[in-house]
């Protein structure tokens, strides 16, 4: 039985770096692929890295350049790290499998992801 658990969240303040984690239990991530998502207060939730199971990756827009998704099979683990954080990163950020990392970050859930609890990220000073 799958399950993710993320962590790393917390408060940050503006230009800071955050990294979070992701782990799966219950499954190999070797033939994967994964993803973080997050949602804000009052907004959908939208795709934010994608890593395939070459290690291909894919970030939406206002994250790239900033953001980094890796991943540690033998640890069936995958990574975000956040560096320079802005107001507009505040989010609760979600682990997910069962994606697709190619097109529009839309449509990197179109298969019914398995999802984490999340994680909350406050980008505060």
């Known amino acids: 039985h799958l399950q993710l658990a993320e962590s790393g969240g917390g408060l940050v303040e503006p230009g800071g770096s955050m990294r979070l984690s992701c782990v799966a239990n219950?499954?190999?991530?070797?033939?994967?692929?994964m993803a973080w998502f997050r949602q804000a207060p009052g907004k959908e939730r939208e795709g934010v890295s994608c890593?395939?199971?070459?290690?291909?990756?894919s970030h939406t827009d206002s994250v790239k350049g900033r953001f980094t998704i890796s991943r540690d099979n033998g640890k069936s683990t995958v990574y975000l790290q956040m560096n320079s954080l802005n107001f507009e990163d505040t989010a609760t950020y979600y682990c997910?499998?069962?994606?697709?990392?190619?097109?529009?970050?839309?449509?990197?859930?179109?298969?019914?992801?398995?999802w984490g609890q999340g994680t909350w990220v406050t980008v505060s000073s």
């Open positions: 219950g499954v190999s991530l070797d033939h994967l692929s």
């Open positions: 997910a499998t069962n994606v697709e990392c190619f097109g529009s970050p839309d449509a990197w859930g179109s298969r019914e992801p398995s």
């Open positions: 890593i395939n199971m070459l290690g291909t990756t």
